[in-house]
């Protein structure tokens, strides 16, 4: 028809398949990596050992005390073998170190030491069932700045040492000794025929006071003395604590250190995601080219693997 134009267009498939650029590419991997990493604490249950042993031991004027003391609201698997406290009163704080207990007077957890009294002795009752205090077979070790003293019972009456004497309790006939170095020891030799002596610790700063018998004693002995306790396994704990842990013993084995999680249990250190991150953000430094894509896939399955493995 006159005037009529009739245009036909025909439109033919792209032999060149979209490319998908280097952001999207990045960000693909980046929401697969947060969706991995997010997952499995989604569908499992947290771990109790974890949300318990976080909490610290407090009592009296003893507060924050954590790992390798355990005690009270901490369970065993929150600390270490030798190492449980227990509160009288909300006031008290106790320690037991094989058959002997002692009062917890100062606890110092970066210095790895602790100052305590013996509570067992009533020193005035005297009795020949009493023994040396003794730290053998324990993770607490004297420090240098302690100081023995000793006291002797069933001692001939001819003895005497001046004021450092008292009369025993349970039976006012009897009189009892005590000697605060080896040179009061030398002066009155006749104490080493006394029937029973017994060593106890005080500071070695300790002031004695100006008053005889067993009160100068009991003020010397009330200011305790201080004790290293072994430090085993804390850089595992300062390793475990700075991966954002727990630390604590195996349930199973409790002279095995364990590191509690989150998400679970771990012999060390828990787990991170913090590589996996850090690795694809350098993808955005990296040309994304269709010859090292295959590569870069690679490496995320495997990596992406290791995240799900560790979180099981």
């Known amino acids: 028809m006159p005037g009529l134009t009739i245009q036909i267009t025909q439109t033919f498939p792209s032999s060149h398949p979209t490319m998908t650029t280097p952001s999207s590419f990045l960000a693909s991997i980046l929401t697969l990596a947060l969706f991995l990493a997010t997952l499995p604490q989604s ?17 009296g004027t003893l507060t924050n005390i954590s790992y390798p003391f355990w005690g009270g609201s901490r369970p065993q698997f929150c600390g270490r073998n030798g190492f449980k406290l227990t509160c009288m009163h909300d006031q008290n704080t106790s320690l037991q170190v094989g058959s002997q207990n002692f009062h917890v007077l100062h606890i110092n957890q970066t210095a790895s ?22 730290l053998s077979s324990s993770p607490f070790s004297f420090l240098p700045t302690v100081q023995n003293v ?43 025929n006394c029937g029973v002596s017994v060593l106890v610790q005080v500071s070695q700063g300790v002031v004695w006071d100006s008053e005889n018998g067993t009160e100068a004693l009991k003020k010397a002995l009330d200011q305790g003395f201080d004790v290293k306790f072994d430090a085993e396994w804390s850089s595992q704990c300062t390793a475990c ?28 250190v828990c787990s991170t995601h913090k590589s996996i991150f850090s690795f694809l953000l350098s993808l955005h430094f990296l040309e994304l080219n269709t010859s090292n894509r295959p590569k870069m896939f690679l490496l995320f399955s495997v990596m992406s693997f290791g995240l799900i493995h560790t979180q099981v």
Do not use: W
């Open 43 to 59: 569908y499992s249950q947290q771990n109790n050992t974890f949300s318990i042993c976080s909490q610290s031991f407090s009592c």
């Open 113 to 134: 030491t602790m100052r305590m009294v013996r509570t067992d002795l009533v020193y005035d009752r005297c009795s020949s069932n009493f023994t040396n205090t003794s």
């Open 150 to 192: 000793t006291v002797f019972y069933e001692c001939p009456s001819q003895n005497s040492v001046g004021g450092n004497t008292f009369t025993c309790q349970n039976d006012t006939n009897k009189q009892a000794f005590y000697v605060v170095n080896e040179t009061q020891l030398e002066q009155f030799p006749g104490l080493r």
């Open 241 to 268: 604590r700075d991966s954002g842990g727990a630390c604590g013993t195996n349930e199973n084995n409790s002279d095995q250190f364990s590191c509690h999680c989150s998400d679970g249990t771990r012999a060390s």
